[in-house]
């Protein structure tokens, strides 16, 4: 069997690829990997939340599973659209690496616990919310590109230090720049952060969707995951919402916390729920309803009148 792995050109996106790649290979399977470029690689110079969260970083990809010139794409879990289009289906998530967001910076004694005001470079409406909720001493500034980029505009003095994903970091081998791992219950990441995400066409066999999910999906991380994006999907989430997510399971149950904070950071909701491992998408759908009840419907709408897309 032969598969065509569409991704996006990154350092870090090629990362995955292979590690998909090696995957697909111990299981005996022929491969080819595809490069594509997305708008999100393609527009530096305004924010995700400028450009249209749908789709950034995997349009062209999924133009191509369309019409067959790759069989699947591989993507970063937490960049992916809370909704796919009724052609494409998610068929496996890789095992999880840790979730935590991370201070990187070339001086690694910078803590945001210090109370000492520095400039952190993030382009994650997030990210910034958190930092003006729990740190309003620090400034940010938008900082787009890839992480090789990011870590040049570091090294140009643009910023004291970068807000990453721990797993990115990691899998480019720059924990030696981290200060700071930052505590899950401040910094809950973005839905699915950590894990990668394998994507194909509806109409794609099924002998090799069997064979994909086979050597590809963890179980564990895809109830995890199915949970928090029933959760991001219920709340209509995006780049440009600041919600996040987090499930972990224990014994037979699921625990998800999940939340949505103002975009001036002034009002953070969070709310937990547990349930069976049998029902990941009910207990990710039921977290939303709690929090859309106790007010995270006039946050999105507010945020959506900031964006313009009330």
Known sequence: MHIKIGTRGSKLALWQAYYVEDLLKKGGVDTEIVIIETKGDQILDRSLSKIGSKGVFTQELEDQLKDGSIDI???????????LDDAFELIAFTEREKANDVLVSHNTDLS??????????????RRIAVLKHFYPQIKTVDMRGNLQTRLRKLEEGQCD???LAYAGVHRMEYDDKIAEHLLLDEFTPAVGQGSVA????????DDKKALLKQLLNHGPTEICLLTERAFLKRLQGGCSIPVFGLAALHDDQINISGGIISLDGAELIRKTQSGSTNYPEELGTALADELLEAGADRILLEIRKQNGTA
């Open 161 to 163: 230090a970068l807000l």
């Open 112 to 125: 945001l616990k210090s109370g000492e005001t520095f400039v952190v470079g993030t382009s994650s409406t």
């Open 198 to 205: 394998i994507e194909c066409a509806v109409s794609l066999p």
């Open 73 to 83: 794409a591989v993507h970063s879990a937490k960049d992916l659209q809370s909704q």
